[in-house]
Nanobody, 123 residues
Framework: QLQASGGGVVQAGGSLRLSCAAS????????VGWFRQAPGKEREFVAA????????YYGDSMKGRFTISMDNAKNTVNLQMNNLRSEDTAVYYC??????????????????WGQGTQVTVSS
């Protein structure tokens, strides 16, 4: 089971740190992805990390602002979001799976999802 947390309301230019915690399982040998979904829009790829290599991947508009990392001791995957913009407002979801590299930005590649956490950026 995955639990996403850390969402909230922040002003444009501010920062938030989201966490995705796994209970009853570890992220070993999986890829963990963060996606977001705004009302009326499709789920959008934010970032992903490979639990083995620790290599990270980002959506284009997130590069340079967001950082994904893994904390083995706490069994969490974190998403540090800086310089937030109003267009970052969405529900953020974390998922795990074993998508091939070419599918890493697609929700269909992830079989397990958390419940989502709301991020609201006010301008």
């Amino acid at each position: 089971q995955l639990q996403a947390s850390g969402g909230g309301v922040v002003q444009a230019g501010g920062s938030l740190r989201l966490s995705c915690a796994a209970s009853g399982r570890t992220f070993y040998n999986y890829r963990v992805g963060w996606f977001r979904q705004a009302p009326g829009k499709e789920r959008e790829f934010v970032a992903a990390i490979d639990a083995g290599s620790r290599r990270s991947y980002y959506g284009d508009s997130m590069k340079g602002r967001f950082t994904i990392s893994m904390d083995n001791a706490k069994n969490t995957v974190n998403l540090q979001m800086n310089n937030l913009r109003s267009e970052d407002t969405a529900v953020y979801y974390c998922g795990t799976g074993r998508p091939i590299l070419s599918e890493i930005s697609r929700p269909a590649g992830y079989g397990y999802w958390g419940q989502g956490t709301q991020v609201t950026v006010s301008s």
